[in-house]
């Protein structure tokens, strides 16, 4: 419910959604780790667009609300960050990954979404196709 509501949200008023995202990972926090990484998996659409459309003011509220944890909600920002911000988010999130508890995920996450969102980049993970198998 939670998740449709900041997709919603993020459509007419993305400083409403940044806030509510803030205070869920407060209460996520708390919750094990099998419940946050299901709820990750869920708000990946809404954080994505919520991380299209925050301003950059918003963007690094949305962040620091999150980097505390749950580190799960953090990935999904990231990814979501990186493919959809206009900006370039990997560099300044690499600048500040040592102030996070978890540096090391922070990095390995923006080298991974930046690998995977580059151009033509979904070719580089399909096996190329031999032109003999393929003739009509």
Same mark, same amino acid.
Do not use: N
């Given at each position: 419910?939670?998740?449709?509501? #900041?997709?919603r949200l993020a459509d007419?008023?993305?400083?409403?959604?940044?806030?509510?995202?803030? &205070?869920?990972?407060?209460? !996520?926090?708390?919750?094990?780790?099998?419940? #946050?990484?299901?709820?990750?998996?869920?708000?990946?659409?809404?954080?994505?667009?919520?991380?299209?459309?925050?301003?950059?003011?918003?963007?690094?509220?949305?962040?620091?609300?999150?980097?505390?944890?749950?580190?799960?909600? !953090?990935r999904v920002l990231i990814? &979501?960050?990186?493919?959809?911000?206009?900006?370039?988010?990997?560099?300044? !999130?690499? &600048?500040?990954?040592?102030?996070?508890?978890?540096?090391?995920?922070i990095r390995e996450t #923006?080298?991974?979404?930046?690998?995977?969102?580059?151009?033509?980049?979904?070719?580089?993970?399909?096996?190329?196709?031999?032109?003999?198998?393929?003739?009509?």
């Amino acid at each position: 419910m939670l998740g449709w509501l #900041v997709e919603r949200l993020a459509d007419v008023s993305p400083e409403d959604a940044v806030d509510l995202v803030g &205070a869920a990972c407060d209460t !996520l926090r708390r919750l094990p780790r099998g419940k #946050v990484m299901s709820l990750a998996q869920r708000w990946y659409r809404p954080l994505s667009r919520l991380a299209e459309r925050a301003t950059p003011r918003q963007w690094e509220e949305l962040l620091a609300g999150s980097w505390e944890g749950p580190k799960e909600i !953090l990935r999904v920002l990231i990814r &979501a960050g990186i493919r959809k911000r206009p900006e370039d988010p990997g560099a300044h !999130l690499l &600048a500040i990954a040592d102030t996070s508890p978890w540096p090391d995920v922070i990095r390995e996450t #923006v080298r991974v979404g930046t690998l995977l969102h580059t151009e033509r980049s979904h070719r580089r993970w399909l096996p190329p196709l031999d032109p003999a198998d393929h003739t009509r």
